[in-house]
């Protein structure tokens, strides 16, 4: 069964900080997502990662995926309150689009 | 832009009753699919359809729930006979095609309350 665990569960972190989630998988995947969620809202998409070493970048959050680690990192750099929100990683077996959701990372950036 | 419109914003039902929940995906996406997050909890998967069919389904996903595509707009989940633990907010998602860099787009959900 394939699994996806993120963490920390809850970060709260100062404007200016920089910061990082992280994203473990536990079977082979070709593609990962990371997804943003406001509270009561729906689920915005941010990045799809299809390769290992593949990063991507939009604004102050950068994504980048290692396939043979079964790991994805969304680093955030110089946070500010907007980015306050639920962020979800999304992974989808070989094969399948079956997407399974991480727990989420709740952030929480104050002024 | 086009997005996924998702219909009624809230639900509230007794349990035992049966409840549909609408969904219009992007009009020329050809993948749907239904998820559900419980309060405070992660996004479980619950179907994909394409072509008139379910193409995967979770454990979850069982004889209560339903989905149909009654006139090539509309896109519904049924659930027949509701429980508590249904009470959750479900969202529709749609994309275009299901090659690897395809992407969902996802509805802002309806909140259904069993009671």
């Known amino acids: 069964e394939l699994k996806v665990e993120q963490n920390p569960l809850f970060l709260s972190m100062q404007e200016g900080k920089n910061y990082t989630i992280y994203c473990n998988y536990s079977t082979t995947s070709d593609r990962l997502y990371w997804y943003r969620q406001d509270p009561g809202k729906s689920l915005e998409s941010l990045f799809v990662?299809?390769?290992?070493?593949a990063v991507k970048q939009e604004g102050r959050l950068m994504a980048s995926l290692d396939t043979k680690a079964r790991l994805s990192t969304l680093h955030i750099t110089a946070a500010v309150h907007d980015l306050s929100a639920t962020y979800f990683c999304a992974v989808a077996r070989s094969g399948t689009y079956k997407y399974i959701f991480g727990t989420g990372t709740r952030l929480k950036v104050l002024a | 832009e086009p997005e996924v419109t998702q219909t009624p914003s809230h639900q509230v039902t007794q349990m035992g009753q049966e409840v549909i929940l609408r969904c219009v995906p992007i009009s020329n996406h050809l993948y749907f699919y239904w998820y559900r997050q419980i309060l405070g909890q992660k996004v479980e998967f619950l179907v994909s359809?394409?072509?008139?069919?379910?193409?995967?389904k979770s454990e979850i996903f069982d004889d209560q729930f339903s989905v149909e595509r009654p006139d090539g707009s509309n896109f519904t989940l049924k659930i027949r006979s509701t429980k508590l633990e249904d009470s959750a907010m479900y969202f529709c998602a749609s994309s275009a095609r299901q090659g690897s860099n395809e992407k969902l787009f996802f509805g802002s959900g309806t909140q259904l309350s069993v009671l």
């Open positions: 990662l299809l390769s290992n070493g």
């Open positions: 359809f394409y072509n008139n069919e379910i193409s995967e």
